[in-house]
Antibody, heavy 124, light 108 residues
C-alpha cells in the first residue's frame, strides 16, 4: 500500500523560500499510472491545489501561484519536492502531498492517496 | 477556472437520517470528472467518490454520488456517527484543479 510523507521546516521567514519534500513508500514514483501533486489548506479553510508533476518531469501549476512555484521529482530517492518563493503570512497552511490517478488519453484524475500533511508557518 | 459552490455550508442532522450535499460548477465539468472527499479534524482528506458516481475502494455503499454537467450531489443514505465531518467536491476535468469550499455535516 502506497504511503506519502511530507517533510520540511515548520517555520519559514517572510520573503524566504518554503521547501518541502514528499517521500513515496510502498510504490514507485515512476509509475506511469500516477501523477504527484501538492495541495494546501490554511487553518479553518478549504483546499487549494498548488501544482502537479508527472514522472516524465512535466509540470502544471496553479496560475495563482505559478510565478513562485517549482515542483520537481527525484526518481532515485522516490521523492518529489515543492519550492514556494517569496512567502508571506498568507502562505501559512497545512501542506499535503497527494497521488493522482492518471487516466486514459493523458487526462489527470482524482487524488486517491494523501500524506498526513505538514503545517508550515510563515513568521519572523 | 471552474468555481465549485457547495451547499449548504453547514448541515445539521441526526444519525440514521439521510444527507444530501450539493456541488454546483460555474461551467460544465468535462466527462463528469468530479470527486468527493471526506475530511475529519486533524486528518487528510479521504477519497469517497470519483467520476461523479464511482465509489472508491472500501467506501460503504451508504455513500453515493450523482450528477453531470454543472450539478452534482453526494448522498449519505443513513448517517453513522463517523460520517460527521467536512465534505469537499473537486473537479479534475480542467486545469487548474479546483475544490469547493466544503460542507460541514454536524450532529443535530
Amino acid at each position: 500500500q502506497v504511503q506519502l510523507q511530507e517533510s520540511g521546516p515548520g517555520l519559514v521567514k517572510p520573503s524566504q523560500t518554503l521547501s518541502l519534500t514528499c517521500t513515496v513508500s510502498g510504490g514507485s514514483i515512476s509509475s506511469g499510472s500516477n501523477y504527484w501533486s501538492w495541495i494546501r489548506q490554511p487553518a479553518g479553510k478549504g483546499l487549494e491545489w498548488i501544482g502537479r508533476i508527472y514522472s516524465s518531469g512535466s509540470t502544471n501549476y496553479n496560475p495563482s501561484l505559478k510565478s513562485r512555484i517549482t515542483i520537481s521529482v527525484d526518481m532515485s530517492t522516490n521523492q518529489f519536492s515543492l519550492k514556494l518563493s517569496s512567502v508571506t503570512a498568507a502562505d501559512t497552511a497545512v501542506y499535503y502531498c497527494a497521488r493522482g490517478v492518471r487516466l486514459g488519453y493523458g487526462d489527470y484524475g482524482w487524488f486517491d492517496t494523501w500524506g498526513q500533511g505538514t503545517l508550515v508557518t510563515v513568521s519572523s | 477556472e471552474i468555481v465549485l459552490t457547495q451547499s449548504p455550508g453547514t448541515l445539521s442532522l441526526s444519525p440514521g437520517e439521510r444527507a444530501t450535499l450539493s456541488c454546483r460548477a460555474s461551467q460544465s465539468v468535462s466527462s463528469s470528472y468530479l470527486a468527493w472527499y471526506q475530511q475529519k479534524p486533524g486528518q487528510a482528506p479521504r477519497l469517497l467518490i470519483y467520476g461523479a458516481s464511482s465509489r472508491a475502494t472500501d467506501i460503504p455503499d451508504r455513500f453515493s454520488g450523482s450528477g453531470s454537467g454543472t450539478d452534482f450531489t453526494l448522498t449519505i443514505s443513513r448517517l453513522e456517527p463517523e460520517d460527521f465531518a467536512v465534505y469537499y467536491c473537486q473537479q479534475y476535468g480542467s486545469s487548474p484543479i479546483t475544490f469547493g469550499q466544503g460542507t460541514r455535516l454536524e450532529i443535530k
